[in-house]
């Protein structure tokens, strides 16, 4: 199972970027496709998650109201649309996915991560 996450780049704050991640391999069920983010000397921390079963999205506060998730289950690909981006929201970001390999179980998934850079 891979992650193949694209987007991202330098923009001004005020400005928009869009992330999206493609999931391929062979899973049984697709639970949950998301993203993180990593600032330098921070921990990861959740921005936006999507749970593709019942359509239900979680948010950050810090990007309630700017950032919106969406996913296509035909596809296996999820997105992040990013809006009034600020200085504060400059990291990596990491998709993520939880899915279900068979009688193996549930398993967590990462991309490999992309830049966001935003300037004041």
């Known amino acids: 199972v891979q992650l193949q996450a694209s987007g991202g780049g330098l923009v001004q704050a005020g400005g928009s970027l869009r992330l999206s991640c493609a999931a391929s391999?062979?899973?049984?069920?697709?639970?949950?496709m998301g993203w993180y983010r990593q600032a330098p000397g921070k921990e990861r921390e959740l921005v936006a998650t999507?749970?593709?079963?019942?359509?239900?999205?979680r948010y950050a506060d810090s990007v309630k109201g700017r950032f919106t998730t969406s996913r296509d289950n035909a596809k296996n690909t999820v997105d992040l649309q990013m809006n009034n981006l600020k200085p504060e929201d400059t990291a990596i970001y990491y998709c993520?996915?939880?899915?279900?390999?068979?009688?193996?179980?549930?398993?967590?998934?990462w991309g490999q991560g992309t830049q966001v850079t935003v300037s004041s």
């Open positions: 999507i749970n593709t079963r019942i359509d239900s999205a």
């Open positions: 391999g062979k899973f049984s069920r697709l639970n949950v």
């Open positions: 993520h996915m939880n899915a279900r390999l068979g009688v193996l179980g549930d398993y967590n998934f």
